[in-house]
């Protein structure tokens, strides 16, 4: 392995983001060549917010309506080479960039991606669960909810990634409580870590114990997709809607609850320093 293809993700478009039914990108498929041609027929087919798009992949798996034998047959994934690997420039027919500065997360590298009748293998399809034969013949899955894996999977580890930043944000607040220390309470005596006042504990461990409460529930929602998928690999297909709804509950608490405690974990740090700062002031 040389490392040299790197990939992102593309599925929103400049017009649809969760609504997948409504992408507007085409792959249609050209028995002649055994090829797929992928196109963006209108402005707001136009791929949008992926990241790493902007400047970086080489490839992107790009989700599309398939169309052949002039019959559409829902989304599908594709595996399609946006830049050179030699010199790292746009394809032909490929029109990339980046979206510009953003109200947050300008760190990273999310661009935008239009295709111009862009043609691809038909081995680039993703055909793991449905198929396209050389001829033109789609073949269906056993079932539709099969590809919804992926994206459940995705959020699990979201789940858990969350867990892991959530706990390094708590480390730093309760460990900079603990060597800070504040206010000679007894004169003469030590002053007292900020970590013993009530009103820090009060403040800083239940974010402590949402953070380990968040790292089971990502254990857990593993192991049920872990229980699932693997159902799902033997034909049993009935726990989907299941893992999918847990999913988006879990996943909505605990993005509230990450946010939250991420903006206090940074507030209790600077309201600090600035009252530090203004003390001489004050008294």
Request: aromatic share 10%; proline share 5%; with cysteine.
């Amino acid at each position: 392995m040389d490392l040299k293809i790197i990939g992102c993700y593309a599925q929103t478009e400049l017009g649809h983001g969760t609504f997948i039914r409504g992408l507007e990108t085409t792959a249609t498929y050209d028995p002649d060549t055994e090829e797929f041609v992928l196109h963006s027929p209108t402005l707001t087919s136009t791929k949008w917010w992926p990241g790493s798009l902007g400047r970086t992949c080489t490839h992107a798996m790009v989700v599309a309506k398939l169309i052949t034998s002039g019959k559409c047959y829902g989304v599908h994934s594709f595996i399609v080479p946006v830049r050179d690997l030699n010199n790292h420039k746009p394809l032909p027919g490929i029109t990339v960039g980046e979206i510009g500065p953003k109200l947050a997360g300008n760190c990273l590298d999310n661009g935008y991606l239009r295709f111009d009748h862009v043609r691809i293998p038909r081995n680039n399809m993703m055909m793991k669960h449905a198929k396209v034969s050389s001829d033109g013949t789609y073949i269906r899955p056993k079932s539709d909810k099969l590809g919804y894996g992926t994206m459940v999977f995705v959020r699990v580890i979201i789940l858990q990634q969350a867990a892991m930043s959530l706990a390094a944000a708590t480390t730093i607040a309760v460990r900079y409580s603990a060597i800070r220390h504040q206010s000679e309470m007894v004169e003469g005596e030590p002053e007292p870590q900020i970590l013993d006042y009530e009103a820090q504990q009060c403040k800083l461990f239940p974010l402590v114990s949402a953070t380990l409460g968040i790292f089971f529930a990502g254990l857990k929602m593993w192991d049920i997709y872990i229980d699932v998928y693997t159902r799902m690999q033997e034909g049993e297909l009935g726990g989907m809607p299941e893992v999918n709804s847990e999913k988006h509950m879990v996943l909505n608490m605990i993005l509230f609850i990450y946010n939250f405690t991420c903006e206090s974990c940074m507030h209790f740090r600077l309201v600090l320093k600035l009252w530090l700062q203004n003390w001489p002031q004050m008294v």
